[in-house]
């Protein structure tokens, strides 16, 4: 097997509500992202010179930037009620869900997936002259749960 070719590794954000999903993907007018691994790192060195390593844990991050706004995006809706009305704590709780689409039938639209918690940190808002930005960061939970996205209807499916 050849190198995965980066449109293969599929990003979609529930811009819906737990109880009534609505994944969007992500990627329009980015040209790179990238989650980011900060590990939680603790080096010991003992009195016979020898390093211990533990790493205890991850805070993953992506930030998404630029994101232009448009009209008709439910993410877009997510993103500017946030906004308009200062949310905070749970109401920032989403799903982001990563999928594998080199690892499937290639006529499918089935594809093994990842769908994870996550909370959204709006970075900033309003932009150049190029259109409405509104750059936001993913907050990863580590709350993970494996099973299968189906690309055509945008479902997560558990198990």
Known sequence: MGKIERKYLAHYIN????EEENYE????????LSPELAASV???KNILGQTSILISSYEKTAAVT?????ADSP???KLQGILDGNLVLDDLKTQVVEVKLWDGEPEGTTFPAIREEAYIEIT?????TTGYQIPFTIHYTG???TGTFDVQ?????KG
């Open 15 to 18: 811009a819906g509500t737990a």
């Open 25 to 32: 993907r992500l990627g329009q007018d980015l040209e790179e």
């Open 42 to 44: 603790e080096t010991k």
């Open 66 to 70: 630029p994101y232009y706004a448009q």
């Open 75 to 77: 993410l877009f809706a």
């Open 124 to 128: 900033s808002y309003g932009g150049d």
């Open 143 to 145: 709350n993970k749960e």
């Open 153 to 157: 209807s945008r479902t997560f499916t």
